[in-house]
Structure formats: structure tokens, C-alpha cells
């Protein structure tokens, strides 16, 4: 199976945002690229002492912080954690440490 990535349509921009966990200690990272799949931008940060679903919603909110920041307002988010997309489409309750 390959994976790849795709782009956004034209006009847009892409977050794509993942966390990660090592003993606790949770580290996260996005990047925004455009429709011709050149990035303009990427953060990453260290967390502490988190959960993968704390971790994971730092990374979209820090992401889409930055673009709204910047004024990009035509956005995809991809990102690997079900459980933070499904709450930001209000498809499933978020637990109580990320809402």
C-alpha cells in the first residue's frame, strides 16, 4: 500500500497535524502547504506530560492558529486521530481533557 499526499484544491491550503508520545512526554507537529505542495509553514513543539488525545489537539489547534493568524481562511486538516477529527465534526463527544 503507498501513501500519499494530496493537495488541497486551488486557493487552498492544507494542515496536516499529528502528535506523538515517548515515556508521557508528548511532542507535536504541523505543516501547511499549499495547492501546488509547497509548504509555507511548520511548527512543532514539546507538550510534557500529556495523552496522544491532548497531543494530537494541541497540533490542529496550534496549526490553525497559525493560519487563521496569517488569514488563510480556505482550509483542509488531515491528520491521523480519528477521535479529534470525529469531535471537531461533531460525530463524536470529545472526551472532557480536549474540549
Do not use: Y
Not at 511548520?42 to 497540533?59: D, F, H, K, T, Y
Request: proline share 5%.
Amino acid at each position: 500500500m503507498v501513501i500519499k499526499w494530496h493537495p488541497p484544491p486551488t486557493g487552498w491550503i492544507k494542515i496536516n497535524f499529528d502528535g506523538s508520545l515517548m515515556n508521557s512526554q508528548g511532542s507535536i507537529g504541523f505543516v501547511i502547504r499549499n495547492c501546488d505542495g509547497h509548504v509555507l509553514l511548520a511548527g512543532s513543539n514539546n507538550v510534557g506530560e500529556n495523552s496522544i488525545n491532548v497531543a494530537e489537539s494541541i497540533a490542529l489547534w496550534d496549526g490553525l492558529a497559525v493560519a487563521i493568524e496569517r488569514g488563510w481562511d480556505q482550509i483542509v486538516v488531515e491528520g491521523d486521530s480519528k477521535l479529534v477529527i470525529d469531535s471537531i465534526l461533531k460525530k463524536a463527544s470529545p472526551p472532557w481533557s480536549i474540549q
